[in-house]
């Protein structure tokens, strides 16, 4: 079990409000149509590129909630948040909110922004639990629009 | 695929998908998301972290929600937004029910709109992912 904390650490506090880097993601057909195959969508839209210009879209169109994949870096040494240490090791995801606002498709290429907006100590079945509660905004390069809004919460303990 | 129109759209109306949580699907979503934590397709790895079994990715659940939404409001309808918790683990190999209920039904900011709680729920009935969303439908 890790060390009880009394309160939220000053490096933590300091952490909430403050957006982190911006990370690059890529949004490829290949990556569309992982998705929709893991998530069993039928609709050929998110499959087909001839079947999404027929239904009217400029490219293979991708489904709700996929954003693409943050392009990979293997000689990354830390990750996009380290903001401040933490002595809860596990990670479980709490939730997941999404709110689309623009049609994403193959080729897009987006840049995420995740800032903390809210950080709490709290007690669960598993002990002493640190909640975060991210927010991240997806802007399309090409053209600027904010694409989609989601928030996720996680619990470390 | 259907299209729904606000127009029939009922206070009470449930919508429901049945999935397969199988290995190999499992496997294609952590190739789909990038997460491959073990726990999801490991069985030595989740039994060794006190797991009865490998299980599903919360992401997962959370997506196939937005599938319901989507196959509800077609081509022509829009998902405003939907969020899920992750309250409890489902085992893979096991069936799940995605489901949603229109709750409220309403007109705003010159958007035919429809508010539904969201869920996902196990064979046995236990509900683990409950969650809200909102979606725009056309009118006839």
Same mark, same amino acid.
């Given at each position: 079990?890790?060390?009880?904390?009394?309160?939220?650490?000053?490096?933590?506090?300091?952490?909430?409000?403050?957006?982190?880097?911006?990370?690059?993601?890529?949004?490829?057909?290949?990556?569309?149509?992982?998705?929709?195959?893991?998530?069993?969508?039928?609709?050929?839209?998110?499959?087909?590129?001839?079947?999404?210009?027929?239904?009217?879209?400029?490219?293979?169109?991708?489904?709700?909630?996929?954003?693409?994949?943050?392009?990979?870096?293997?000689?990354?040494?830390?990750?996009?948040?380290?903001?401040?240490?933490?002595?809860?090791?596990?990670?479980?995801?709490?939730?997941?909110?999404?709110?689309?606002?623009?049609?994403?498709?193959?080729?897009?290429?987006?840049?995420?922004?995740?800032?903390?907006?809210?950080?709490?100590?709290?007690?669960?079945?598993?002990?002493?639990?640190?909640?975060?509660?991210?927010?991240?905004?997806?802007?399309?390069?090409?053209?600027?629009?904010?694409?989609?809004?989601?928030?996720?919460?996680?619990?470390?303990? | 695929?259907?299209?729904?129109?606000?127009? !029939?759209?009922?206070? $009470?109306?449930?919508?429901?998908?049945?999935?397969?949580?199988? =290995?190999? /699907?499992?496997?294609?979503? +952590?190739?789909?998301?990038?997460?491959?934590?073990?726990?999801?397709?490991?069985?030595?790895?989740?039994?060794?972290?006190?797991?009865?079994?490998?299980?599903?990715?919360?992401?997962?659940?959370?997506?196939?929600?937005?599938?319901?939404? !989507?196959?509800?409001? $077609?081509?022509?309808?829009?998902?405003?937004?939907?969020?899920? =918790?992750? /309250?409890?683990?489902?085992? +893979?190999?096991?069936?799940?029910?995605?489901?949603?209920?229109?709750?409220?039904?309403?007109?705003?900011?010159?958007?035919?709109?429809?508010?539904?709680?969201?869920?996902?729920?196990?064979?046995?009935?236990?509900?683990?992912?409950?969650?809200?969303?909102?979606?725009?439908?056309?009118?006839?």
């Amino acid at each position: 079990m890790p060390d009880e904390l009394p309160d939220l650490t000053p490096e933590m506090k300091a952490a909430i409000g403050k957006p982190g880097a911006s990370v690059t993601y890529e949004v490829t057909t290949l990556g569309i149509r992982t998705f929709g195959r893991a998530v069993g969508y039928k609709n050929p839209i998110y499959f087909d590129a001839a079947a999404s210009k027929a239904a009217g879209h400029k490219d293979l169109l991708a489904p709700p909630g996929y954003f693409g994949m943050p392009v990979f870096n293997p000689n990354a040494t830390t990750g996009p948040r380290a903001d401040f240490e933490s002595p809860f090791k596990r990670n479980l995801n709490g939730g997941t909110e999404v709110s689309p606002m623009e049609q994403v498709y193959a080729g897009d290429v987006l840049e995420a922004v995740t800032t903390l907006v809210d950080l709490k100590l709290d007690r669960g079945r598993l002990g002493q639990m640190l909640i975060r509660t991210s927010e991240t905004v997806y802007t399309r390069k090409a053209d600027g629009k904010v694409v989609a809004k989601t928030r996720g919460t996680g619990l470390s303990y | 695929m259907a299209q729904t129109f606000w127009d !029939d759209v009922s206070e $009470g109306q449930e919508i429901t998908l049945t999935e397969p949580t199988s =290995s190999q /699907r499992l496997v294609i979503w +952590a190739a789909a998301s990038g997460d491959f934590y073990q726990i999801h397709y490991d069985d030595n790895f989740a039994k060794g972290n006190n797991l009865p079994d490998i299980i599903v990715h919360g992401a997962l659940k959370g997506m196939l929600v937005g599938r319901l939404l !989507d196959e509800f409001v $077609g081509d022509k309808g829009w998902i405003e937004n939907w969020g899920v =918790s992750y /309250r409890g683990m489902d085992k +893979a190999r096991e069936d799940m029910t995605i489901w949603g209920k229109v709750t409220k039904k309403y007109q705003e900011g010159g958007k035919n709109l429809v508010d539904l709680d969201v869920g996902v729920r196990q064979v046995n009935g236990t509900e683990t992912t409950p969650g809200r969303a909102t979606v725009s439908l056309p009118k006839k």
